[in-house]
């Protein structure tokens, strides 16, 4: 477990008069960490001066001196947040490759180049700097080559088996290795490594040797081998081959009946000794030409996806992880990971009632008090860090239901505040993957469960109830509709309703109902459930929203207002208001008559919303693949609807768009905000003017913000645009 103050947070735009309530905040991991500013770290290179660069997902790029971290994001130059490829040149540059573009920082300026400069794509996955200082970026339509001022971009059309670039690698006779896919239909697949040797291009694939056509990773030792990390799509599957070592004539595989711990490899690097570091799923491999050495295959790499390695000069080993950064001595390992929130994915939310909020990640579970944050992981007791569900009981205890999609669930943990408890199948559970929980009135409670079974894999099992003693299980043989369950709520007569891939359930203890999309539900695939005040349930699916009165069905799409019809989560908050989150459109708040919707351009830092939380002071929690946005209940708490204060009026106020601002002195600057905090009108030039006359007819009709500075003070005003 780990607890960290929360020292910063993405400050947005402050609209109060006399309090401090904000609009939209946003909670990431890089927003809340004064350490590794994201700990999915996808590259890692070392400069001259021992300086650790770490390239991460979403959380831009973390510089690690040995003491100090120091962040860098696109608030400082950088294209995009999400940084795939490091590499420095001779003269100290870093050059970082973006999900936008490429950006050279030489400890001062930042230079961005993008497709408008000349690169083939703004999604960069690789870097290599050759010997006269020629940079060569892979992307997603070709390799790209800066000589400094001009732009070369080789495709297919050039000889290039394929424009899906992931990895390049320049050998010593100056040779360009390009590790290459291409899309079949809708699925990529692996088409080889390319080498260009100045002149012309030579491919070579599983037909000349190499194990598997997708090839993840490159490296090439002193003597000139290369080694390819590599995979394949065979028969609609996809397949891992393990490692090929090409020596210019002989091809060699190696996989796990050689010694390599995962035929899955992610990542290669050659030491400064010569030995092979293989990144496996799972662990890590050390080949030194004659012997395998497993180096770790415990928690900290266990269903770990371990990105990149780098070795310092004093020979210690660095690995850049989905969970964070790893150094390893030869002896011992550190873990460097994000002081607050754990993973930026959030699935799951619950508010106890001391008001602290619990997330589940795939990262596992953080708590924030709306001070610091605490970390719980398997290594204090959870049962597995993918926490997809949060639920928690009328004495306090929390209950996390984790899953495990690759190698197996792993459980349920229950925790009291200090202690863990894993319940599994041997105890009672339908599955060992709890997807969703809910506690009913009699405190029982009840579990959506999974499982990977042999002979099947992957499976859906079902129900679960348990008393505090006892389990049951409740199944398709019993009436349930499916035993895929996605959703569970319990109205105040205590009936169960389920939402599976096959419609809703009904259980009101005795007697299974099924409504389908025969009876008027939009969609038989259910994500969410939700009962508002009046016991009308409302069912989120893949083709919209239900309600259902008990009687009639009505549903409502995004040719309603509906900000998209795939609906992932449902709210309701004390004034009737439903807030739905969909996967794709954002948020849509409903009040029963007019649809408000909330996107990306309003704040939301992905579309893409996996849950929906309000707590007791009215304030709405979206968990998204992007972390988490609080929207604040009153926005415009403590605002002035008609500014009149001393000398300084606005007037009309109501109005439908034409307003006049007057005061006895001169008007200094007039800005006005939406309630997202995005300025729609400014005016900086208004000096010498004691009336402005301010036209906001083409806005959209809401509530708006001004902010006046007359020299002597600044006021903050509701505007309502009718």
Known sequence: MKTLALLSIVSLFVVTNYTNAQIFTNYTVAS??????SNIVSAIAIDAQGNKWFGTYWGGVSKYDGTTWTTYTMADGLPDNTVMAIAIDLQGNKWFGTWGGVSKFDGNIWTNYTTANGLADNAVHAIAIDDKGNKWFATNQGVSKLDGTTWTTYTTANGLAGNFATGIAIDKTGAIWCATSDFIGNILKGTGVSKFDGTSWKTYTTADGLAGNSVTAIAIDSLGVKWFATSDYIENNYIDTGVSKFDGTTWTTYTTSNG??????????VDPQGNKWIGTYGGVSKYNDTTWTTIANSYLFYNNQLFSIAFDSQGNAWFGTETGVLKFDGSNWTTYTSSGLESDAIFSIAIDTQGNKWFGTYNGVSKFDNTSWTTYTTADGLANDFVDAIAIDTHGNKWFGTSDYYSG????SKFDGT?????TTADGLSGNGAYRIAIDLDSNIWFATS?????IGFAWTGLSEFDGLNWKTYNTSNGLADNAVKAIAIDSTGIKWFGTDQGVSKFDGTTWKTYTVANGLADNAVNAIAIDAQGNKWFGTYGGVSKFDGTSWTTYRSADGLAYDWVTAIAIDKKGNKWFGTYGGGVSKFDGTNWTTYRSANGLPIEYVTAITIDAQGNKWFATLRGVLKLSADVTSGINSVLNINDLSLYPNP??????ISGSSSINSIEIYNLFGDRIYSDFKSQQQTIKEIDLSNAPKGIYIAKIDDGKRRYTSKIILQ
């Open 451 to 455: 499982d990977n079974l042999q002979d």
């Open 32 to 37: 809340t960490s004064s350490t590794l500013n």
């Open 409 to 412: 669930s792993v459980g349920l």
């Open 419 to 423: 202690n863990w408890k894993t319940y």
């Open 260 to 269: 390599l711990l995962s035929n899955l490899v992610w990542a290669i690097a």
């Open 655 to 660: 109005t439908r768009g034409k307003f006049t």
